[in-house]
């Protein structure tokens, strides 16, 4: 008891405080409802209180007498007050390494898209209540303010953003960071390098330092996809003093240092990195524009879904990632919880491998095309959020309907059909394969099931194995599977362009089915330089028909992108690429 | 390192011995559940590897005695049928590691010298594997190779029921050898193992003849101990995630997946595997019957 | 020479399969970052050359990096290791006491309740398995009645570690002062140290049982007795101190088991030690990590069985012969 006395002197004297305004003036009325309480300014000396102004507050200590006239309040108060202003989010495992040009893990790259600044950013789109689209065609600025293309568009004048720092040492951002930044790519090489070749820059040369803040990307090649790619993950800017510091003979690009630590100056700097258990993020205080509602994001690694789940109907955490459907389903019924489901580009996805048997045969692909139960696909092991496939582009591509691209979809649940294909690829009595799958992926294990189920009714006899992701990575990579299926398949970008250039050219990187098929070149590289939409439709509705006549992977399902999330959270743009951007986010009460 | 060897032989007769009263019971038990083993397939209510979306996580009802899991799965006909798996896997790990291992007891114990020295060092270093490390290991190393692709037959049609074989023989393979090598040591000067040497029996012929069944008892003692063990070993990998193929059944795989949602209340998932585990443990214990008199520790033969 | 062929074994196991190289990389590369990276981990280098290289990384304490986050693995195990090491401590603490004072009763009165109550713990822990016993407990004790917390680690989401001294941090705790720390502590490791304690303990009991019974059936006990020594001079003077060393045998032993032996229920309660971690590199295709982590766990055995052999030597005269 002694030890509550000795605590408690300044809520006491709050009290007392209060208590002796209350009887001060004793022809106050009693306000016994709650009103919104604002305080301007917490003051610890004597101050006249000549008005009542609105300001949002959780107070910690409960007032629940209000004084509604004016007072002169002549005691010292000392009223306790907290804004929750940090965002707590549970996350599947740790942040791997914190070294941009290193993208691999969605974790790892939401991490680093929301700690560097990238050239460009998506503006958000229009509400759709809880949560908004971020607007694929309109970028803002982040460390470029302005860019203009030349009339061919062959080159690009970057001007960079004045009064850019960086947090960690004050220093000013020049030019020399991002020809750092960009020689660092093709130094190690990585990441950006491969971004810059997507958009035909190859080497140094092709940048010119015009001065302290202007840059000319020279040669290249006109896109749509130039300023999308910009505004990757990977094109984070370096602090080049700091990881010059950090450079030694045997690692002159310094990845060890820059894999633990930070140099950048993104909308949030990390704070603190205790390896395996937590990460600490802080506003940027010296980002140009509006400070984030969320001054803290603390990323708090809990491995077991079941327990994000529970840390998030606590109210523990705010945010709980890659829960399954199921914790899904019981976060949705919990209060205070609600889960965002939202129609995305998500494609769930098979991927068979037509360089072997037994997928070197298109009537065994298209077999397998026609045994999948799709409804039960989408209602059942989806549970209702995801939408059936009707293509390799997405149905919520923005292209989709501007295109037409359903167009020439043809599969659908029809074990007769199947059996046709079966009969007319010599395999009348069923087949063996091996499907691997990613280990650990909760939607991997019953989608893998449940084709098994499907594919036995037509005598097609598929065995599962788990693989590890550096495994599946390795076979996918090296065309040694038969069929995988890795969960969902995002491109970072929607734009037709960059998805057959990643998934559809011939030995593109990641083709990762082994298609080939020399119309389908042709017209990747015929729309490589065109930007109008009239023109590109055409040639994009004659691939996509040419893939899907193909059938080279099995499009099951356009999963929602879903996040379980505490109801008072607020003002979630979703981005093309899935990765949370912390900024936009707001508590209400 | 006289003692070392002692406390761990008798190390494992302490661990899965039971008492004798009620022994008859657990030995019904055991036959029992061999037959589910044997005729499993046919008793079953659902397909065990057919999953119904539908009806995920289901509690247990009339349809489903013991509830559905994550992807819809009968628990019932998994765990019926997953008795085969457990039991077949533990048998024959079991029947491979110990059968080489009494041989190679027998054979140091008759040879002594070097070769006695030899095997014993392997099997110190096979020993000071923690268990479930060692099956992690060779997890590591075969699990994604495809050398076992053209042995792969019958009940071992795939890569992780050999592993597993492998990683339960390997366990075994020491204490056997441990076993019956102390015990068969002090009669490699008896008088009839002279006798057969003048007779002209070669070597391996008096290992084979004489030797081994005077270590009969022994092994037999250790075979329903260490079965005991493989099934608890099997189940301990298959639910770190080193087990058999998805999604057929196993006893360890199936507490993996409820493990889960048990924090979400749904205990049915892991539970009946679980006890079904306990279960076979508990059976065998009627086989390998300690006395319940105190067992000196000091003695070479305990 | 042990360790030896255990490093060369483990090396051997886990350099026979692939390389987590694309994973390190991600989806964004090309040839020649593929073939820069492989340069860079040394994976185009005959394998003799990768061991020796690995074999004199070792000998200098560097178990490697783990290939996903780059951190040194002896500095995780290092970070680790406390943790498994608390855990096992306290799973021996509550092993130690039910068997003990059972088995000791258990061989005085054989057949008594005593005894046949501590049989019965002793089958039950030994038949139910270990993660299934912890997931029961969770459920009943955490779900269905919460008397204890979430099985989320070490700490509630609430608390920071305490001051590092010797890694358990209910000792820590108590050092820099925090009992209410050190009580959070040890709440999150009641139902994990139970679990492991639970199934690891029945050897001990029988032990204790049989050496002390052992012992009170020796001839100079009968001696002491007709001497008119009380029974309780008897039992402290020589039956506790001969009937120690195989208990205490067993439970060094046991203590090096369970340290590489804890996985499962270090998995089951997000026990965030060295086994969890060599679960996660295995996941990851982190050899490194696996091995490291098997190497650490051997070497702790191999010494645990040396420290007790010399203790044998030095306090039992048996032996010496």
């Known amino acids: 008891m002694k030890m509550l006395w000795k605590r408690t002197p300044p809520f ?409 294909h079966l009969a007319a690829a010599g395999f009348p009595d069923g087949f063996e394969f091996e499907l691997i799958a990613s280990q650990g992926l909760p939607i991997a294990d019953a989608v893998a099931a449940n084709l098994k189920a499907n594919f036995s009714d037509i005598g097609v006899d598929m065995t599962i194995r788990p693989v590890s992701g550096a495994e599946m990575f390795e076979s996918l990579a090296g065309l040694s599977h038969q069929a995988a299926f890795r969960g969902g398949l995002l491109d970072y970008i929607d734009d037709p362009y960059y998805h057959f250039y990643l998934w559809w050219l011939t030995d593109t990187v990641i083709n990762w089915t082994g298609f080939t098929n020399d119309r389908v070149d042709e017209i990747v590289v015929e729309t490589a330089g065109l930007l109008d939409d009239g023109a590109r439709r055409g040639p994009y509705r004659e691939a996509i028909s040419l893939v899907v006549d193909a059938a080279p992977m099995l499009w099951l399902a356009n999963a929602n992108f879903t996040l379980a999330i505490s109801e008072d959270i607020s003002g979630y743009t979703h981005h093309p690429d899935g990765l949370m951007w912390f900024a936009n986010l707001e508590r209400t009460s | 390192m006289v003692t070392r060897s002692q406390t761990d032989r008798s190390l494992l007769s302490r661990i899965f011995v039971g008492p004798t009263k009620g022994r008859t019971v657990r030995r019904s038990i055991f036959f029992l559940l061999l037959l589910v083993a044997v005729i499993g397939p046919w008793i079953v209510t659902h397909d065990p590897i057919r999953p119904d979306p539908f009806n995920t996580l289901a509690p247990p009802s009339a349809e489903h005695w013991f509830g559905t899991d994550r992807l819809g799965l009968d628990i019932f006909s998994r765990v019926v049928a997953g008795t085969r798996t457990d039991f077949t896997l533990a048998l024959i790990g079991v029947l491979l590691g110990g059968g080489l291992g009494s041989l190679m007891g027998a054979w140091a114990a008759y040879r002594r010298g070097w070769v006695d020295t030899v095997l014993l060092r392997v099997v110190e270093v096979l020993q000071s594997f923690p268990v479930l490390l060692l099956g992690l290991a060779l997890f590591a190393a075969l699990g994604s190779l495809d050398i076992f692709e053209p042995f792969l037959f019958g009940p071992f049609d795939d890569t992780g029921k050999v592993v597993l074989t492998i990683a339960i023989a390997s366990v075994n393979f020491p204490s056997y050898l441990r076993q019956v090598r102390s015990v068969l040591l002090p009669l490699t000067d008896a008088e009839f193992v002279q006798a057969a040497k003048c007779s002209g029996l070669g070597g391996w012929g008096i290992v084979w003849k004489h030797f081994i069944p005077n270590a009969r008892g022994q092994i037999l003692a250790l075979f329903a101990l260490t079965c005991a063990y493989a099934i608890q070993i099997i189940a301990g990998l298959s639910f770190i995630g080193l087990g058999i193929e998805p999604p057929h059944p196993e006893w360890g795989a199936m507490i993996r997946e409820g493990a889960t949602v048990i924090i979400q209340g749904k205990w049915w998932a892991s539970l009946f595997p679980g006890a079904a585990i306990a279960l076979s443990v508990y059976s065998l214990t009627g086989f390998s019957v300690g006395s319940d008199t105190p067992i000196d520790p000091a003695s070479p033969s305990s | 020479m042990v360790l030896f062929s255990v490093v060369v074994l483990s090396f051997a196991v886990t350099r026979s399969t692939g390389t987590p190289l694309y994973a390190a990389l991600g989806i964004q590369v090309s040839e020649e970052m593929i073939e820069a990276r492989a340069e860079m981990m040394g994976l185009n280098d005959p394998i003799h050359v990768q061991f020796t290289t690995y074999a004199a990384a070792l000998l200098r304490g560097d178990l490697g990096a783990s290939r996903r986050t780059f951190v040194p693995v002896a500095e995780d195990i290092a970070r680790k290791l406390p943790a498994t090491a608390e855990l096992v401590f306290f799973s021996m603490v509550v092993g130690s006491i039910w068997t003990i004072p059972l088995g000791v009763r258990a061989a005085m009165r054989p057949n008594g309740p005593i005894g046949k109550l501590g049989e019965g713990i002793s089958q039950f822990g030994v038949t139910v398995p270990a993660f299934w016993l912890g997931l029961l407990l969770i459920f009943l004790l955490y779900f269905l009645w919460p008397v204890f917390p979430a099985p989320l680690g070490r700490l509630g989401r609430g608390f920071d570690p305490p001051a590092m001294v010797t890694g358990f941090y209910t000792v820590d705790a108590l050092l820099a002062g925090n009992p209410a720390l050190a009580w959070e502590a040890l709440r999150h490791l009641i139902l994990p140290a139970v679990t492991l304690g639970v199934t690891s303990s029945p050897p001990m009991f029988r032990v204790t049982r049989a050496a002390v019974s052992e012992v009170l059936a020796s001839p100079y006990v009968e001696a002491a007795h007709s001497y008119g020594l009380s029974r309780r001079k008897v039992m402290i003077r020589d039956v506790f101190r001969n009937a120690s060393p195989p208990v205490l045998n067993l439970a060094a032993m046991t203590f090096g088991y369970l340290i590489g032996g804890a996985v499962l229920v270090e998995v089951v309660f997000s026990w965030p030690g060295i086994g969890s971690y060599a679960v996660w590199g295995m996941e990851f295709s982190d050899y490194d990590v696996v091995l490291g982590v098997v190497i650490v766990s051997a070497a702790i055995y191999v010494l645990l069985y040396f420290i007790v052999d010399l203790l044998q030597y030095a306090m039992d005269p048996r032996v010496r012969n």
């Not at chain 1, 305080?39 to 209000?66: L, N, Q």
């Not at chain 1, 990460?279 to 994000?308: C, H, Y």
């Open chain 1, 12 to 420: 006491m004297a709050a009290m007392l405080g209060l208590a002796l305004v209350v009887s001060a003036c004793g022809t106050t009325e009693t306000v016994t409802e709650t009103v919104e309480v604002v305080v301007t300014s917490i003051v610890t000396e004597t101050e006249t209180v000549t008005e009542t102004v609105e300001v949002e507050v959780v107070v910690t200590s409960i007032v629940t007498e209000v004084v509604t006239e004016t007072e002169t309040v002549t005691e010292t108060v000392e009223v306790m007050v907290e804004e929750d202003r940090t965002l707590r989010v549970a996350i599947p495992d740790d942040v791997e390494h914190l070294d941009p040009n290193f993208g691999s893990a969605n974790l790892t790259n939401l991490v680093l898209k929301n700690t560097y600044m990238q050239p460009v950013q998506y503006l958000p789109g229009l509400s759709q209540g809880r949560y908004s689209y971020a607007d694929t065609t309109s970028f803002e600025g982040q460390w470029v303010e302005t860019w203009d293309f030349s009339d061919d568009s062959t080159t690009l004048t970057l001007k960079l953003r004045q009064g850019l720092v960086f947090p960690t040492s004050g220093r000013s951002v020049t030019s020399d960071d991002v020809i750092y930044t960009i020689e660092r790519a093709f130094g190690v090489p990585s990441g950006p390098a491969w971004v810059l070749g997507n958009i035909g820059v190859t080497s140094i040369d092709q940048v010119e330092r015009v001065d302290d803040r202007t840059l000319i990307l020279n040669d290249i090649r006109p896109s749509t996809i130039v300023l999308p790619l910009m505004r990757d993950q990977s094109m984070g800017l370096l602090d080049s003093e700091a990881i010059k510091a950090n450079a030694t003979d045997d690692d002159p690009w310094a990845t060890t240092w820059l894999s633990q630590n930070y140099a950048g100056n993104g909308r949030y700097v990390i704070d603190s990195w205790d390896r395996g258990s937590k990460m600490v993020l802080k506003a940027n205080p010296t980002w140009p524009g509006r400070q984030p509602f969320f001054d803290t994001v603390d990323l708090i690694v809990v491995p077991e879904s079941a327990n994000r789940l529970a840390l998030l109907q606590n109210g523990e955490v705010d945010i709980a990632m890659n829960l399954s459907a199921q914790e899904e389903e019981l976060a949705a019924a919990s209060d205070g919880v609600s889960v965002l489901s939202i129609p995305d580009r998500n494609s769930m996805n098979v991927l068979l491998n037509t360089r072997q048997p037994p997928f070197d045969n298109v009537d065994l692909r298209k077999a397998l095309a026609y045994a999948v139960d799709y409804d039960a696909m989408v209602n059942g092991v989806f549970k209702g959020q995801a939408v059936p496939s009707e293509g390799p582009i997405s149905v919520n591509s923005r292209f989709f309907p501007l295109f037409g691209l359903g167009d020439s979809w043809a599969y659908e649940y029809d074990p007769d059909k199947a059996r046709e």
